[in-house]
C-alpha cells in the first residue's frame, strides 16, 4: 500500500502540473482493448498501476488497481475461492478499462455492467486530488464516471465486490431454428434463478445456439472436463456450432467446463475474429491443423496488437450495439441484409438508469423506466473502400437510434457532436466536468470520433506503400511478435489457480 501512495502521489503531482499550466493531457495505460486509432498527445503514465493489493476473504472483496487485466485478477481471487461476479471475456482486459468503459459478460443479466460490481473507487481528480467515490462518499462522480471512459478523473485504486467461485460450469447448448427463438429463449434464460450465465451465438437467420451455465462443484462419474486454452482444443464457437448440431433433441448437449476456462472461452480466436485472419491472407487453410500451428497468434492479446499495429481497423465492423429486447430482431434482419455478417454473439444486460454512458433504452415503456437489453456483437469484414464502409458504419448507427440502441464506445463512432449529444445528457455530464476540474482531459466526445479523413490521406511513400495487401498485416503480425504477448497465454496463471 505504500508503493502504491507514493506512485498515486507522483500522478497527482504530474496531474497538478498540468492543471497549473492549463494544458490538455491523455492517460497512458500501457495497453489497450478499444479499436480507436491511437493518439499522439502528451500524455500520463499511469502503467505501473498494475498489482492487487488485497484480497480479503471475509469481506468477499479485492483492492485493485486500474491495469491488473482480468485473467491475473482471476488467478489472485481463485485462490481464495472467489471471483467478481463480471469477468470480461478476453484475459487482457484490465480492471480499469472494466469500469470506465461499459463491460458486459454472460453474467451481466444477473449483475449488470462491471461497473456494478465496484464498490469503490480511489481517483485523481484534474486538479491533482486524490479522492474517493462510492455510493456514499462522492456519489455522483462515482456513478458518472462508470462507463465515461476516463474523462472525468483518473482511476487509481478500486475495490471490487467478489462472490464464491465452483469449480465447473455445467454449461447447455440448445439449438434454434430462428432469430425470434433465439431472443425469446435468451429472454427466458435471464429469467430462470439457476442461471450464473446466459449468452447465445446466431451463425445465421435460421441456426443458433443459446447457451446457459451454472456454476457447481459436481462433476459426473465419467464426465471430462471440457477445455478451450490448449492448442489442440478447439475454439469455442465451433465446439458449440457442433454440439449443437450433434444433439439429438430433445435432449440438451451440455458440458462440464473448469470455471476459468469458461470465464476466458472467447479467447483463442476472439470469439470468431481470428478466422478472418486466415481470409486476410487467404494463402492458409482454416482447420485444426493450422489453428494449432499458428496458436501463439490467435489469442486476444495478439490479435489486437496486430491490429493496431497494422491499422486495419478500418474496413471491419467491430461494434457491440445494445437494443431493446423488443426491436433486436429487427435490427439482425437489417444487419443480415445490410452487411450479411456472421456469426453474432447475443448477450443479455441488465437494465440501467439514465444518465450514464453505458447502453440504455430509449423507447418508452411502463413509467419510462428503464429496461433490460440485448446487446449484439457484430464483428466481420466490411467495404474497404473507406468512403462506402464510413456510409455502413453511418447507416447503421442511425438505424440503432430508430430502434432505440445505443452503441458501446469503445468502437469506431461516426457521430457528429450535435448527432452524439442528442443521445447522452450533455448538461449532466458537462456539470460533472466542472465540477470535477476535468477540462484538461479530452472530453468522451474527443475520445470516440474517429477522423476518418485522416486515416486516408497517403503522406508519405511509406505510408502509401502500408495501404497495399499484404503489407499491413505482415507489419501488424512483426509487431505481435515483437511484443511477445504470446508467452503470457503460455504462462497463463489462472490455469493453475486452484479454488480453495
Not at 493518439?39 to 503514465?45: A, P
Not at 450535435?418 to 476540474?437: A, C, Q, S, V
Request: with cysteine.
Amino acid at each position: 500500500m505504500a508503493n502504491h501512495q507514493i506512485t498515486v502521489e507522483q500522478i497527482a503531482k504530474a496531474v497538478r502540473a498540468f492543471y497549473d499550466r492549463r494544458e490538455s493531457y491523455r492517460i497512458f495505460h500501457g495497453s489497450t482493448n478499444s479499436t480507436q486509432p491511437q493518439h499522439q498527445e502528451k500524455s500520463i503514465d499511469i502503467s505501473a498501476l498494475s498489482n492487487i493489493l488485497e484480497v480479503n476473504r471475509d469481506s468477499r472483496s479485492v483492492l485493485v488497481e486500474p491495469n491488473v487485466p482480468m485473467d491475473t485478477l482471476v488467478a489472485a481471487t481463485l485462490r481464495h475461492g472467489l471471483i467478481p461476479p463480471v469477468v470480461m471475456e478476453f484475459p487482457g482486459i484490465t480492471v480499469g478499462g472494466g469500469y470506465n468503459g461499459s463491460a458486459g459478460e454472460s453474467s451481466s443479466f444477473k449483475h449488470g455492467y462491471f461497473s456494478e460490481t465496484v464498490r469503490s473507487v480511489e481517483m485523481v481528480l484534474c486538479n491533482g486530488d486524490i479522492i474517493t467515490a462510492s455510493r456514499d462518499e462522492n456519489p455522483v462522480l462515482f456513478r458518472g464516471a462508470a462507463g465515461a471512459l476516463g474523462t472525468l478523473g483518473i482511476t487509481t485504486l478500486l475495490e471490487l465486490r467478489l462472490i464464491p467461485a465452483k469449480r465447473f460450469v455445467h454449461t447447455s447448448y440448445q439449438r434454434t431454428a430462428s432469430i425470434e427463438e433465439t431472443i425469446d429463449m435468451v429472454k427466458a434464460g435471464t429469467g430462470n434463478a439457476n442461471n450464473d450465465y446466459v449468452d447465445a451465438i446466431m451463425f445465421s437467420d435460421t441456426f443458433g445456439v443459446v447457451i446457459t451455465g451454472r456454476q457447481t462443484d459436481d462433476l459426473p462419474d465419467g464426465a471430462r472436463p471440457q477445455t478451450f486454452s490448449g492448442a489442440w482444443d478447439p475454439w469455442f464457437y465451433l465446439h458449440v456450432k457442433n454440439k449443437a448440431r450433434s444433439a439429438e433433441k430433445p435432449q440438451l448437449a451440455s458440458d462440464y467446463i473448469p470455471l476459468p476456462e469458461y470465464l476466458f472461452r472467447w479467447d483463442r480466436g476472439g470469439f470468431w475474429v481470428g478466422r478472418d485472419a486466415f481470409d486476410y491472407f487467404g494463402l492458409i487453410p482454416f482447420n485444426s491443423l493450422s489453428r494449432w500451428l499458428l496458436d501463439d497468434f490467435m489469442y486476444t492479446r495478439m490479435l489486437y496488437r496486430a491490429l493496431h499495429s497494422s491499422n486495419q481497423s478500418f474496413g471491419f465492423m467491430i461494434q457491440d450495439l445494445s437494443l431493446p429486447y423488443s426491436t433486436a430482431e429487427s435490427f439482425i434482419r437489417y444487419t443480415s441484409t445490410e452487411l450479411n455478417i456472421w456469426p453474432l454473439w447475443l448477450c443479455p444486460l441488465r437494465e440501467v438508469s439514465e444518465p450514464t454512458f453505458h447502453p440504455s433504452t430509449t423507447l418508452p415503456g411502463p413509467e419510462d423506466s428503464p429496461k433490460p437489453m440485448l446487446n449484439i456483437g457484430l464483428w466481420g469484414p466490411a467495404s474497404r473502400d473507406l468512403s462506402f464502409f464510413v456510409r455502413q458504419n453511418r447507416d447503421l448507427e442511425r438505424i440503432l437510434q430508430e430502434l432505440g440502441g445505443r452503441k458501446v464506445l469503445y468502437a469506431h463512432t461516426y457521430y457528429t457532436e450535435d448527432e452524439f449529444w442528442k443521445l447522452y445528457d450533455k448538461k449532466w455530464y458537462d456539470d460533472l466536468r466542472n465540477r470535477y476540474w476535468a477540462g484538461s482531459l479530452p472530453t468522451i466526445y474527443d475520445k470516440i470520433n474517429v477522423d476518418y479523413k485522416k486515416h486516408g490521406q497517403a503522406s508519405t511513400w511509406s505510408s502509401w506503400l502500408k495501404a497495399w495487401w499484404p503489407i499491413p498485416g505482415v507489419l501488424g503480425v512483426i509487431a505481435a511478435i515483437r511484443s511477445k504477448d504470446y508467452l503470457l497465454h503460455r504462462n497463463a496463471p489462472w490455469r493453475e489457480a486452484q479454488i480453495v
